[in-house]
């Protein structure tokens, strides 16, 4: 038995994602507050702020994962808010940190052990995992920190035959970037504009790229950047 453990596959990337690993025949689990639509995934409610949610999300895969050949791991959820550096208050910055950061570290502690060879362990980061835009402190900070995840997490693991990668999104149609951007079509504009094909990056080709680091032990390590070749500025 094969499977794929993806938080926040209720929508947009994680569903995608999802849908891919369902296609290959792998159980999918998804770590969500809110269930995936697609038949067949197994929705495990889950408040990833919450470490008493994720541990308990951790003891119902420990019974179901227990004779799994090899795991997909999929970081995929985030929270994003719009803040400042002089607009940052502790708590909240604590409150993103928990699900973006904290929340990761608990998964791996508590699944580790059930993942043999050939598993991987996928992180979602974002463009702004290696730059920043202002008005969105926390997230960066948050990003950041997933690029240290995944290259210390890629170290640690030597000889395990785990591998790890850090895909980075550019601007993708979700359901995130449209509740920071809003619907209006001069700002959707402005963004397809700063990469070179001028439109969003799609759900799809991000899960399709997921899917591919899943299979390809040889990018371990690794920053892949999903993000139809932005413009620097």
Not at 4 to 11: D, K, L, N, R
Not at 53 to 65: P, Q, Y
Not at 79 to 106: F, G
Not at 171 to 194: N, P
Request: charge should be negative; proline fraction near 3%.
């Amino acid at each position: 038995m094969k499977a794929a453990i993806i938080t926040g596959a209720s929508v947009g990337i994680g569903r995608e994602t999802a849908a891919l690993f369902l296609a290959e025949g792998y159980r999918v689990f998804n770590l969500s507050r809110r269930p995936c639509p697609l038949d067949k995934v197994e929705n495990i409610s889950c408040d990833l702020a919450s470490k008493e949610s994720v541990e308990d999300c951790i003891k119902l895969l420990a019974t179901s994962l227990s004779e799994a050949e090899h795991i997909a791991l999929v970081h995929n959820a985030s929270q994003m808010r719009k803040d400042s550096v002089d607009d940052c208050a502790s708590d909240s910055l604590q409150a993103v940190l928990e699900t973006n950061v904290v929340a990761i570290n608990r998964l791996n502690r508590g699944l580790l052990p059930l993942m043999q060879a050939g598993s991987s362990i996928i992180y979602i980061g974002s463009t702004l995992s290696e730059k920043a835009v202002a008005g969105s402190f926390s997230y960066v900070v948050s990003k950041h920190a997933q690029l240290g995840m995944m290259r210390a997490t890629c170290q640690d693991l030597m000889g395990r035959s785990i591998h790890t990668a850090l895909i980075c999104p550019g601007f993708t149609d979700t359901e995130m970037l449209r509740t920071h951007i809003g619907t209006d079509a001069q700002v959707e504009a402005g963004i397809a504009g700063m990469n070179s094909f001028n439109r969003l990056v799609q759900p799809l080709e991000i899960a399709e790229l997921i899917q591919w680091a899943h299979h390809h032990p040889v990018i371990n390590g690794a920053v892949l950047h999903g993000n139809l070749g932005q413009r620097e500025s």
